[in-house]
C-alpha cells in the first residue's frame, strides 16, 4: 500500500534525502508549519488548552477573566498577551508558569488590540 505524503514534504524530500538530513532547518520548517498548520502560537496554545478540556469559548474566557471576544482574539492571533498575563493564567489553569510564559511570551500577532 502506498502512503499518501503532503505536496510540501514530498517536495522538500525531492530537494533533499528521504530522511531531510540534508534539508535545511527552514525548508524542515515549512514542511512543520504545512503538517501541523503552523508555528505554535500563545493563542493556539490556549485553545489546544481550551478543546483539550473540552470548554467553550465562553466558559474558558471566563476561567481565566477575560471577555470571548478578547479569547477569541488571542486565539486567532489579532491580539498578544503580556508575559505576565500569561504567567497568570497559566497559574489559573494548574500549569506551572513557564508553560505559558516560555518562548511563547513575544507578541503572536504584530497588531496590538
Excluded: N
Aim: some cysteine; glycine content about 12%.
Amino acid at each position: 500500500m502506498k502512503s499518501r505524503i503532503c505536496p510540501r514534504v514530498r517536495r522538500m524530500r525531492a530537494q533533499g534525502d528521504h530522511d531531510g538530513e540534508e534539508a535545511s532547518k527552514q525548508q524542515r520548517d515549512q514542511a512543520h508549519g504545512a503538517l501541523t498548520g503552523g508555528p505554535l502560537t500563545f493563542g493556539k496554545m490556549l485553545q489546544a488548552v481550551r478543546d483539550g478540556d473540552e470548554l467553550t469559548l465562553e466558559v474558558f474566557a471566563k476561567r481565566i477573566g477575560v471577555s470571548r471576544q478578547s479569547l477569541c482574539d488571542i486565539e486567532k492571533g489579532r491580539k498578544g498577551v503580556s508575559p505576565e498575563r500569561a504567567a497568570r493564567w497559566a497559574r489559573l489553569l494548574g500549569y506551572p508558569e513557564a508553560h505559558g510564559c516560555g518562548q511563547r511570551c513575544r507578541r503572536s500577532s504584530t497588531r496590538r488590540g
